[in-house]
């Protein structure tokens, strides 16, 4: 069973709103990953981190921001969200020399 | 260009048969083939992981087979239960970068009746 916790499960905003989405591990991970998927298609990577104050932008352009300032807390943040914004956000870890990607259970996100 | 396409995007079996779902690749160089499985509305959950060397791995119920010179996967699911309904998403991972850049497909939707 996965450790790596997303909340808010579930969330409706009105265009415009600044949100934050939070993502945190107890596995002591070094690389952190942020995915979204719409229905019926593949994973986008948005965010990634190898560690502590590292942070790297994925092949998904987005809007968003993410911080890595402890290990286990990977906050992704939208300053200010659109409909196209509307998705499942997914956050993911992965440790040391391990290839296997452990995933929380994600963020329904919904723009109004 | 590198792409993961999988097939059939999806599939209805009845309780207790046996499906085999199929995974083609382009990724090139090659490092790793993953299966996962998620169930709806939840994260991934990995099923094999599977590197050049390696041509199947079981995990329960769960056959993966590879076969790395026609650059092909499938899963293998034997006596299927209600609980197999979700979507199974074949990944691979090349060994262009220090992150291994992970290639997805759209997943193969499957449903299990009673």
């Known amino acids: 069973e996965a450790d790596i916790y997303q909340t808010p499960r579930y969330l409706v905003i009105g265009t415009g709103k600044k949100i934050t989405l939070e993502c945190s591990q107890t596995m002591g991970h070094d690389k952190m990953y942020w995915y979204q998927q719409d229905p019926g298609m593949e994973l986008h990577l948005i965010h990634y981190s190898y560690g502590v104050n590292s942070t790297e932008k994925g092949d998904l352009s987005s809007e968003s921001t993410v911080s890595r300032i402890r290990t286990e807390h990977f906050p992704l943040t939208l300053e200010s969200a659109r409909p196209s914004h509307t998705s499942q956000y997914l956050c993911?870890?992965?440790?040391?020399?391990?290839?296997?990607?452990?995933f929380g259970s994600g963020t329904q996100l919904s723009v109004l | 260009k590198n792409q993961v396409e999988q097939s059939p995007q999806s599939l209805i079996i009845l309780e207790g048969k046996n499906c085999t779902l199929q995974c083609n690749y382009t990724v090139s160089p090659f490092s790793n083939l993953r299966w996962y499985k998620q169930d709806t509305g939840r994260g991934p959950v990995s099923l094999t992981i599977?590197?050049?060397?390696?041509n199947t791995k079981s995990n329960g119920r769960y056959t993966a087979t590879l076969d790395a010179d026609t650059k092909q996967s499938s899963l293998h699911i034997t006596a299927s239960q209600l609980s197999d309904s979700a979507s199974y998403i074949c990944v691979v991972s090349d060994r262009g970068s220090t992150l291994g850049r992970l290639y997805f497909g759209r997943g193969t939707q499957l449903t299990v009746w009673p």
């Open positions: 993911a870890s992965s440790g040391q020399g391990n290839e296997k990607l452990f």
């Open positions: 599977m590197t050049f060397s390696e």
